[in-house]
T-cell receptor, first 115, second 118 residues
């Protein structure tokens, strides 16, 4: 079974600085999707960024980028120029590329932004 | 606007009672999912449905039941057999076709329902 591990329960960063959230996963599949979701205090899950395993290029979305290391099964999220609105729980998630689109989630990392 | 609506937002239940959480989507998605969220455990899959009149158990289905009579609706019943039902419940939906050009693999989530057993 696939598993996703986030080893940092909490992280904090100064506003305007850069922070990296870690995620590792375990799978025997060669093709899959990886995601980072944000859950603000409103509790609604919002997609931040996604990566397809067959693509070697790391995904970027404005201030958010990933470092995808397929051999190491690592998928970290870098947030540049942190803003107060980035404060939230961040979840790393995995999905097979074929079959039912079930996401397997990590335990989450609570990110605090210090003004 | 297209989206997923969950109701009620907060629900209180006495022990021994069944309760049903509603989930409706107008995104024309084929697949729908129910996740449970507990502190420190991330989200765990309860049930999912890829088409109308068909659904499968997820990782923690015991004590829960679902139905999928309409494409837009996927209600979750928390039965009295669920030993620890107090949690935050999230409903999600997605496209079912996994063709790369048509599907990002993304799940779209509702705002959740908080169930508390008194």
């Amino acid at each position: 079974a696939q598993t996703v591990t986030q080893s940092q329960p909490e992280m904090s960063v100064q506003e305007a600085e850069t922070v990296t959230l870690s995620c590792t996963y375990d799978t025997s599949e060669s093709d899959y999707y990886l995601f980072w979701y944000k859950q603000p205090p409103s509790r609604q899950m919002i997609l931040v960024i996604r990566q397809e395993a067959y693509k070697q290029q790391n995904a970027t979305e404005n201030r958010f980028s990933v470092n995808f290391q397929k051999a190491a099964k690592s998928f970290s999220l870098k947030i540049s120029d942190s803003q107060l609105g980035d404060a939230a729980m961040y979840f790393c998630a995995y999905s097979k590329s074929q079959g039912a689109q079930k996401l397997v989630f990590g335990q989450g990392t609570r990110l605090t932004i210090n003004p | 606007d297209g989206g997923i609506t969950q109701s009620p937002k907060y629900l209180f239940r006495k022990e021994g009672q069944n309760v049903t959480l509603s989930c409706e989507q107008n995104l024309n998605h084929d697949a729908m999912y129910w996740y449970r969220q507990d502190p420190g455990q991330g989200l765990r899959l309860i049930y999912y449905s890829q088409i109308v009149n068909d659904f499968q158990k997820g990782d923690i289905a015991e004590g829960y039941s679902v139905s999928r009579e309409k494409k837009e609706s996927f209600p979750l019943t928390v039965t009295s057999a669920q030993k620890n039902p107090t949690a935050f419940y999230l409903c999600a939906s997605s496209l079912r076709d996994r063709g790369r050009s048509a599907n990002t693999g993304e799940l779209f989530f509702g705002e959740g329902s908080r169930l508390t057993v008194l």
